[in-house]
């Protein structure tokens, strides 16, 4: 059932620029909410650690639905305007292995010697917490790169891209030549999937063209 008082503005729980870009493409009007990542005692407030037998889609379903229920928490506690919170976590699998962000060029380079002339997926879950409801969505893409001789993966490694990134690129930055072919959704490799987006928007309520 639609809720008569959905506000016309939603919360975007996210800092990527890139999410943020994309949610505009869909013309719903939104605010970025920031909740703070660590608490008085310097811990997570999400635990983005995979869990024991965890599959890369159920890990990605659940970071997006624990973050929008986080937002919603803190949103409630500091008495900001109540309106829907999207959030979304994205991942690159390959071969059954999780890829993280790497932490220095050794892992950088490691990501891109593994990732060179094989194909491997992307995952991006998203999530929209409304009062009392969750609605949550995955989508699978397939990202197939060309080989990389060690002097492209060094000139990589250098720069500033891998470093915030799962799998250690972006599809839409220096990477994107190194992508022979994707089966999939773009924007949901940049992080955040359109169609899912819209769907799961229409589903609590809110009016997308």
């Known amino acids: 059932m639609k809720n008569q008082h959905l506000p016309d503005r939603i919360w975007l729980a996210s800092k990527s620029p890139r999410r943020q870009e994309l949610l505009a493409q869909l013309g719903v009007a939104f605010d970025v909410l920031q909740p703070p ?7 997570d407030m999400v635990n983005e ?5 965890e599959s890369a889609y ?11 229920a986080y937002a919603w ?25 999780i890829l993280g962000k790497p ?5 950088a380079r490691i990501m891109m010697e593994t990732l060179s002339g094989h194909t491997h997926q992307v995952l991006t879950g ?18 197939t790169f060309a080989p990389l001789d060690s002097k492209r ?6 720069t500033d891209e891998p470093y915030d990134k799962a799998g250690g690129y972006g599809i839409q930055g220096l990477a994107g030549k190194f992508i022979s072919r994707i089966n ?20 609590i309520g809110i009016h997308i063209e």
């Open 49 to 53: 650690s995979i869990h024991v037998g």
């Open 126 to 143: 998203v999530a929209v917490k409304w009062q009392d409801k969750m609605v949550s969505a995955v989508q699978v893409s397939d990202v």
């Open 153 to 158: 993966i060094e000139a990589y490694i250098t």
């Open 184 to 203: 999939g959704s773009y924007s949901s490799i940049m992080g955040l999937p359109l169609y899912e987006t819209a769907e799961l928007l229409r589903e």
């Open 58 to 68: 159920d890990y990605v379903n659940r970071l997006a639905q624990e973050k929008a």
């Open 103 to 107: 932490a220095n060029r050794d892992e």
């Open 37 to 43: 990542e660590q608490d008085a005692e310097n811990q």
């Open 73 to 97: 928490q803190y949103l409630v506690r500091t008495r900001q305007p109540q309106r829907p919170i999207l959030s979304a976590d994205t991942t690159v699998v390959i071969d059954g292995r």
